[in-house]
């Protein structure tokens, strides 16, 4: 999976997976680097460049027309 274009649902942000980790008992996990930067909602004021989270988090780009 590293190397491949993933979005991440929650945020509708796009990136590239550059590494792949156990996350739980259960599923994995994916580093993602964005493309663009993300400003989520909230409290949080510096964007976010690159995420640890689930792999259930994120599904995969098949074919992205932005």
């Given at each position: 999976?590293?190397?491949?274009?993933?979005?991440?649902?929650?945020?509708?942000?796009?990136?590239?997976?550059?590494?792949?980790?156990?996350?739980?008992?259960?599923?994995?996990?994916?580093?993602?680097k964005f493309l663009k930067?993300?400003?989520?909602?909230?409290?949080?004021?510096?964007?976010i460049e690159q995420m640890m989270s689930?792999?259930?988090?994120?599904?995969?780009?098949?074919?992205?027309?932005?």
């Amino acid at each position: 999976m590293i190397g491949k274009l993933v979005r991440h649902i929650r945020f509708d942000a796009i990136g590239i997976v550059v590494d792949h980790f156990v996350w739980s008992e259960w599923e994995g996990g994916y580093k993602v680097k964005f493309l663009k930067p993300v400003l989520p909602t909230g409290e949080v004021v510096n964007p976010i460049e690159q995420m640890m989270s689930a792999a259930s988090e994120f599904e995969e780009v098949i074919n992205e027309s932005r």
